[in-house]
């Protein structure tokens, strides 16, 4: 494992050959995990921040996951890389991203995103037994000293399939798609919606890439409307290509779907800023009455 | 601890692998002309002291790791020259299958790594690599070529500074013939590569890139340092472009390099250099050029001759059979 900052447990349970400290060059890290990766070594990145992601965005992008293709199928890189998202924690634009509609894009790259403490564990533990590069994007959330009243639909840390959509709750008059932090948004507002006598579905997505399109159209079909929430921006969300998905797929006619996304701007740092440009739970309610026909909540 | 050891490689051997590589790349140019190559070709001619010194100092199991201009550095790395010319003509039996080309030769079963095209990149891979040599302790090193121009990327010092940090066992030989591209290195940097290294405290030698006793007696002694002190070592061979940076579409560029400058490096010809340290009859050379010639000959007839790869391998090897698996174990 690769990381800049002090790991003295892991030092002293696996030893400094194992648990390598580098200097803050991001760019070289994940460089170097790529040559570690390529002669057979398993290799985990703790990059910190899913920011300086975009330092070793070369790396990323040149190395990890073109050198398996390149090479007619010759090696293969067990890569991953980990780092913090955002969520209430007002570091700015340069600091805060929701990664994961970007780097989705990236062909073949497995792109997790854990929406609680228990598939942040299942996520990880799939992503180490891996053989291609994954980016496990984690929410500071997971990390708060209130972590454990985080929402929790999954029963158990045990690995999680990529490409494979949960549902977080089940419900029969709406259905809302939610992915990493939008997750606890979604239960959320399918609590109020039960006030509303609104019975809500959550989905979690788990992983942008790959994206379970079929499976979300299965858990929707005939399940009333959908409410589809991203902190990214719909320019990159996988809710965009969800939902035309779950159009041409017959899981919902195009009046029966809202997208609920975070606005195409930097993060702010004043915290009431912030909270404008990201979806709520009262957001993701709204979207659901009025989808039902009723926008008042009667 | 195994002890990587290289046995050795006579003179004479490295000449006809120098002498190899220089017949390749000038039957690749002479196809590279019709337009039968795909994308960019950057001939290694005038550089083949360097590959064939330097690798027939290398152990057995030490990977190689190059940059876009590798196809010497893979034939003296003794990938088959089958696989690289099919590969970069794009004929089945290439070694990645048409998807890599000239500038991404890979093979695996000979130990080279690959060539990440990117400049400045593949020193990162390659301390990569030799990070896990380090770690699995059998005594062997890792091998990397680079330009003088991957010396102004910061990938370049990072990996030059955490490889000095961390005391991996890396080889980094910088092929310095003074060109970027189209630019005169000393235009756009304010030290000469060795400067430039051991200003960051790392061990540099130099040596007359064209001369391959003189790489190969380097190369020996580095390798044996890293191998032995787990010291990364640094060898500025100092050469020179016989052609051009590169070539695409069937065009070769206008020399862009003073008459002088290309007048003094032809009187400077590797091949010339290890032909005179040989001091053999004229015969021994003109039948060792009459046979590589053919046994090329034959290895480009057949490669021009094999079918293109089929079109429902586009979208094969992205991720690993085991990807797709439901449920991890």
Redesign the interface.
Known sequence: MFCTYQQDDLIEQYGTDRMVRMPIAENTMVGMAVGMALVGRRVLVSIARAAFLFTAFEPLVNQAATWRYMSGGQYSVPLVIRGLTRGDEHLGAQHEHSAHGLLRQIPGLVVAVPSSPNTAGGLLAAALVHPDPVVVLESPRLYTPEWQRLPEPEPTPAPLPFGVAGRARPGGDVTLVGIGNTVASCLEAAGQLRQHQVSAQVIDLRTAAPLDRDGVAGMIAGNGPAVLVDEAARDCSPMSDLGLHLVQAGALDQDRLALVCGAPVPAPVSPVLAAALLPQAADVTGAALRLLGRPDGG | MISAKAAPVSLSDQYLEMLRIRLFEERILAIADQGLVAGFLHPGTGQEAIAAGTLAARAPGE?V?SFYRCHGHALAAGVPAEGIAREILGRQG???????GSM?I???AHGF??A?S?VG?Q?????????????AAAGRAAIVFCGDGALGA??SF??L??AA??GLPLLVVCEDNGWQDHTPSPLVRHQAPARLAAGLGLDVTEADGNDVAAVHEAAVALLARCRRDRVPQVLVARTFLRDFHAMTGGQRPPEYRPEAEIAYWRERDPLDIAAARLGRPAAWFTAARERVDQELAAVFAAALAAPLPPVDSAA?????P??T?????
């Open positions: 990977w790791v290439g070694l990645c299958g048409g998807k890599g991404h890979a093979d695996r790594l690959g990440s990117i990149t020193l990162a891979v390659a301390a990569g690599v030799a990070l896990a040599e380090r770690t910061g990938v990072e990996s500074t955490i940090t961390l094969t090897d992205v991720t690993s085991g990807a698996a439901a449920v991890p174990g």
